[in-house]
């Protein structure tokens, strides 16, 4: 079969996944020429290969930045690949300029759950166990857990889910992940930093965390 798949389709399906041209040819042939399905198995091969690759080096990469409207607040982020032709490319750009806006509208304290001292988890623990009534409390095993969720969504970047993303069914982790499966190559996001105007200053409140989700809400 693979014989009968031209050269043009398997250009368009290059084009499509950004995958490499053997793969693509080898997906349409398992697929028989139906380009959906050819997606679908560059996508679950993608997901197998990253999981492979997990040892590796992602040494390239890019700066993602954002600059809130009034130059009031800014956004950087380093995201890595393993080679610079991907760290060049513009889904990879625009991966690392969209978690740059999420740095700045949602004002992550952790890159990841690993990156918490334990010091800080073990007194959130104490804080939920206190909000608990005497009856829940038996469930704190059962209830922790899910409380905890809820604390690394608001506080760890890579938990966050995607500003963008109005379902909010994606998490940060989940964008770079997919694209990581779509390029077939190893995607790390490095650190992160934000700077406000005159924060740690007395002055009057303002929320700059808002007024960033609003921008991207409109």
């Given at each position: ?60 990469g890019t700066l993602g ?21 991907v760290a060049r490319g513009?889904e990879f750009k625009q ?124």
């Amino acid at each position: 079969m693979s014989e009968n798949i031209s050269a043009e389709a398997v250009k368009k399906l290059r084009d499509m996944t950004g995958a490499g041209m053997m793969d693509c040819k080898s997906a349409l042939a398992e697929a028989k020429g139906n380009f959906d399905l050819a997606v679908e198995i560059l996508r679950k091969k993608g997901l197998k290969n990253v999981g492979k690759r997990a040892g590796k080096v992602a040494a390239e990469g890019t700066l993602g930045v954002y600059v809130h409207p009034g130059d009031q607040i800014v956004a950087v982020v380093e995201l890595n690949s393993e080679t610079d032709f991907v760290a060049r490319g513009e889904e990879f750009k625009q991966l690392a300029k969209d978690i740059a806006m999420q740095v700045a509208a949602m004002r992550p304290k952790y890159l990841s759950i690993e990156d918490i001292p334990a010091e800080v988890i073990e007194k959130e623990k104490e804080i939920i166990l206190e909000q608990l009534g005497a009856a829940a409390k038996d469930k704190a095993d059962k209830i922790l857990p899910g409380k905890l969720a809820a604390f690394y969504g608001e506080n760890v970047l890579l938990e966050q889910p995607y500003v963008k993303d109005e379902k909010g069914s994606q998490k940060v982790v989940d964008l770079i992940n997919n694209l990581s499966a779509k390029l077939g190559e190893k995607i790390t996001l490095r650190r992160f930093t934000c700077l406000v105007v005159g924060e740690g200053i007395e002055k009057a409140a303002s929320n700059f965390a808002e007024e960033v989700a609003a921008t991207i809400a409109g």
